[in-house]
């Protein structure tokens, strides 16, 4: 089956950028997502790109797709205390109306 | 809207007890899922529903766990009889394909159970 792979911990410091990766084996994907989930909060989707894209920004955020190494990544520029939560990986495939997530990689931002 | 909302926030019980955990949709929606969140096993989709009928269920640990949504607007997870190792966060989220082409999903903020 499909499977999405990320690493568990990120530590950065404050005003440096953050990449977290995300690796993914479904190659009829469609959509791939960055959802953050903020301390005793519920996922939340931060952002998403289409997989005929290669790269899509919105303001911090950058989100690369390498769609023939099945590798794509969010950079947060200017990291700050309050980007501090988990980041999960998404993929949807083409055939499936569910989205497939990974484990989450914990962002700590220390000052 | 108020977003998905779940009932309750906090759950503590002990070994053997029925739990029952509520989820009310975001209006429209016609999805639903159900997942739980550990340590161990991060986030793992439960059961998910399409117009209140259930679709898929092999996410479903155990006879123990049964899910149910009489209407549009309400959805229960029940664990019968509850065991320690069902501790765990449980979400509830929705989502609508009419009403988002990439299909964003909108969680509710979860229900942490603790079985003691």
């Known amino acids: 089956g499909e499977d999405v792979e990320q690493s568990l911990f990120l530590s950065v410091r404050e005003g440096d950028s953050s990449v977290i990766n995300c690796t993914y084996t479904?190659?009829?994907?469609?959509?791939l997502y960055w959802y953050k989930q903020e301390p005793g909060a519920g996922l939340q989707l931060l952002t998403y790109?289409?997989?005929?894209?290669d790269m899509k920004q919105d303001q911090r955020l950058t989100v690369l797709l390498n769609k023939k190494d099945k590798h794509l990544s969010l950079r947060i520029a200017d990291t700050q205390t309050g980007d501090s939560a988990i980041y999960f990986c998404?993929?949807?495939?083409?055939?499936?109306?569910?989205?497939?997530f990974g484990r989450g990689t914990s962002l700590i931002v220390h000052p | 809207d108020a977003g998905v909302i779940q009932s309750p926030r906090h759950e503590v019980t002990e070994m053997g007890q029925e739990v029952t955990l509520r989820c009310k949709p975001i209006s429209g929606h016609d999805y639903l899922f159900w997942y739980r969140q550990t340590m161990m096993r991060g986030l793992e989709l439960l059961i998910y529903f399409n117009n209140n009928v259930p679709i898929d269920d092999s996410g479903m640990p155990e006879d123990r766990f049964s899910a149910k949504m009489p209407n549009a607007s309400f959805s229960t997870l029940k664990i019968q009889p509850s065991e320690p190792r069902d501790s765990a966060v449980y979400f509830c989220?929705?989502?609508?394909?009419?009403?988002?082409?990439?299909?964003?999903?909108?969680f509710g903020p979860g229900t942490r159970l603790t079985v003691l």
């Open positions: 998404a993929e949807k495939g083409g055939g499936s109306y569910i989205p497939t």
């Open positions: 790109i289409f997989s005929n894209m």
């Open positions: 989220a929705s989502s609508s394909l009419a009403m988002s082409s990439y299909n964003e999903q909108f």
């Open positions: 479904d190659s009829s994907s469609t959509y």
